[in-house]
């Protein structure tokens, strides 16, 4: 399967933390990926993790794997207006050799001022 | 600036009508990609190249589209007799081959009227 799955919206009070879910259903994706898109613009790559660790850190982001239940998560601490975009959540599969990326249909944050 | 470009940012067209995208990779990347992205949603791969070789089409590429990498560098997107489901954001992606991450252009919003 290459269901990957977000919910819609999160609103957060700036200065709090904001944490997005991702649950995908493959589990021979070996590379889960966070982008982030602002208005009218590309996706910026924000951070990955390779499917045998568990967490990932990068300053104010971090990335948590549950293999098991297939879930992914990004917490954003310390939450600012510039954070305000839509989070996608994207996998890849090795197995095939294909190199593309699947993607959720992004969860768009609103930070509150 | 060394990212991806994408050409034109914008382009309206009626139906019935050709059109034409180009990418122009990082320069070093070997690996690009094209995605397609309708609102709401998260992007869909369409193909990708290695070098100027197409090694993956999605079945989402209809005969009416046509992706060409000749020279291993840019590449251009052709959809011939434009439909108004044809009217999305085109993205193009590019990596090395020894990389995990794609790294995306601002797109090309395409209209058809």
């Known amino acids: 399967g290459e269901d990957v799955e977000q919910s819609l919206f999160l609103s957060v009070r700036e200065g709090d933390s904001s944490v997005i879910n991702c649950t995908y259903t493959d589990s021979s994706s070996t590379y889960l990926y966070w982008y982030k898109q602002e208005p009218g613009a590309g996706l910026q790559l924000l951070t990955y993790?390779?499917?045998?660790?568990d967490m990932k850190q990068d300053q104010r982001l971090t990335v948590l794997l549950n293999k098991k239940d297939k879930h992914l998560s990004l917490r954003i601490a310390d939450t600012q207006t510039g954070d305000s975009a839509i989070y996608f959540c994207a996998e890849k599969f090795h197995q095939t050799g294909a190199n593309n990326l699947f993607f959720g249909t992004g969860t768009r944050l609103t930070v509150i001022p | 600036d060394t990212g991806v470009s994408q050409d034109p940012r914008h382009k309206i067209t009626k139906r019935g009508q050709n059109v034409t995208f180009r990418c122009d990779p990082i320069s070093e990347h070997n690996r690009l990609y094209w995605y397609r992205q309708t609102l709401g949603q998260g992007p869909e791969f369409l193909t990708y190249f290695q070098n100027e070789a197409q090694l993956e089409k999605s079945r989402l590429l209809s005969d009416r589209f046509s992706a060409e990498r000749p020279k291993g560098s840019f590449s251009t997107l052709e959809i011939q007799r434009t439909e108004q489901g044809d009217s999305a954001m085109y993205l193009c992606a590019s990596s090395q081959i020894s990389d995990y991450e794609q790294y995306f252009g601002p797109g090309t919003r395409l209209t058809v009227t």
């Open positions: 993790i390779f499917s045998n660790m």
